[in-house]
């Protein structure tokens, strides 16, 4: 969670305002959204071509083929450990186009996109986008055969938008950049929060303390091991899935990716001092110049790679607090070595007061007896119980 946001940040966004979209759809459609992965891809599509619709009629002089540009978010779970398929994206709020070429000869200069704000958005046209979101979801279930014609209609007709919502009051502004990581966290989170989950009753079951009351005032789920784990497999990603997608300017092969993400730290509509060729890269910075950023605790991400390795950084992210930092004189600490002899590794160990004998493993526990034979034949005049359902 706390890598991807840092990346988002620091490596793909540049400093321009952005606004989150959330969309969620019925209660009796989310049955097909958890199920099905390429539906619930095509909702996403319906719901990407009508933000950058949105983004490109508010924003003012932007041409014809301007792009947006962001990263989604499917969640696959509610705050309370249930099932509830919706969608988080989270935009810049505005459009990217093409202006007038620099440059002399054939090749784009960085200078040639501008920046377009989408300062004419208003409530109502984030209500009629809500509408026509509606609309195209439901013509789409009703081609894949999942609902009925007279069903969509009156589902259409519904007040409070039918079960259809779609939120975008969260507006993140240009200069706020730990607002905008704060939001890419929530956006990036788990299923669900450790610091909510307790053991009980002596480790015989667990509690789960929500974030806010259910419809009917419970505030805390008490589950076994096994219903908790039952639920999670549930709310689990599908493999091989990814969980944040980029789209518009930011996709991977978007004609304008690599003139926005130079701009990463920048100001969109300000000129980058590296400029991008075809097939040239955003030259890293030397190990003298990432060791002199690690020092001020705040910087220090120097590519993407270092942002897995440099494990001190995402620490003093999570917990406002610079592991390297001797607590004793406050000066810098580095790593000088890692042991791996055995013998040095006891003395460390003793010398601190901790055993140095492995733990006994447990051996594996086998699977419960059952009590029937599964090759067992069912007799001709068994007939199936309609109430276990």
């Not at 924003?59 to 099932?83: E, I, M, Q, T, Y």
């Not at 526990?365 to 029937?372: E, H, L, S």
């Amino acid at each position: 969670m706390v890598f991807i946001a840092a990346h988002l940040v620091e490596h793909v966004y540049p400093i321009a305002p952005v606004r989150q979209w959330v969309l969620s759809v019925p209660k009796r459609l989310r049955y097909f959204l958890h199920r099905d992965h390429d539906l619930e891809k095509r909702v996403l599509q319906i719901f990407l071509r009508v933000i950058e619709r949105v983004l490109r009629q508010h924003s003012l002089g932007a041409p014809a083929d301007a792009r947006f540009g962001g990263v989604s978010f499917v969640h696959r779970f509610g705050s309370a450990l249930n099932a509830h398929t919706h969608y988080h994206c989270c935009f810049l709020d505005g459009v990217v186009g093409r202006g007038e070429e620099l440059c002399t000869n054939d090749t784009p200069s960085l200078d040639s996109i501008r920046w377009f704000e989408a300062t004419a958005l208003t409530p109502a046209a984030i209500t009629a986008a809500q509408k026509q979101i509606q609309h195209r979801v439901l013509r789409l279930f009703i081609k894949q055969g999942l609902l009925d014609s007279l069903d969509a209609e009156e589902m259409a007709q519904w007040q409070h938008g039918g079960g259809f919502s779609l939120h975008a009051e969260v507006r993140i502004e240009a200069q706020d950049r730990s607002g905008l990581e704060r939001l890419f966290r929530y956006c990036a989170r788990p299923i669900y929060a450790a610091e909510r989950l307790s053991w009980q009753d002596e480790g015989r079951s667990l509690c789960y303390q929500l974030p806010k009351p259910l419809p009917n005032g419970q505030t805390q789920l008490r589950l076994k091991p096994e219903e908790f784990l039952d639920r999670l497999s549930m709310l689990l990603p599908r493999p091989r899935e990814h969980r944040h997608s980029y789209h518009g300017v930011l996709a991977a092969n978007a004609r304008l990716r690599k003139e926005v993400v130079a701009r990463a730290g920048l100001p969109i509509d300000k000129q980058p001092k590296v400029n991008l060729g075809d097939g040239d890269t955003q030259p890293q910075p030397s190990d003298e110049q990432s060791k002199e950023k690690d020092t001020d605790g705040q910087k220090g991400f120097g590519g993407f790679k270092d942002v897995v390795s440099c494990w001190a950084m995402l620490l003093a992210r999570i917990y406002d607090v610079f592991p390297l930092v001797c607590p004793q004189c406050g000066g810098s600490m580095r790593v000088l070595s890692f042991v791996t002899e055995v013998q040095s590794v006891e003395k460390i160990l003793t010398h601190i007061h901790e055993p140095i004998e492995a733990p006994i493993m447990a051996p594996a526990r086998g699977p419960p007896q059952a009590d029937f034979d599964f090759d067992q034949r069912v007799d001709d005049d068994w007939t199936f119980d309609q109430t276990l359902i």
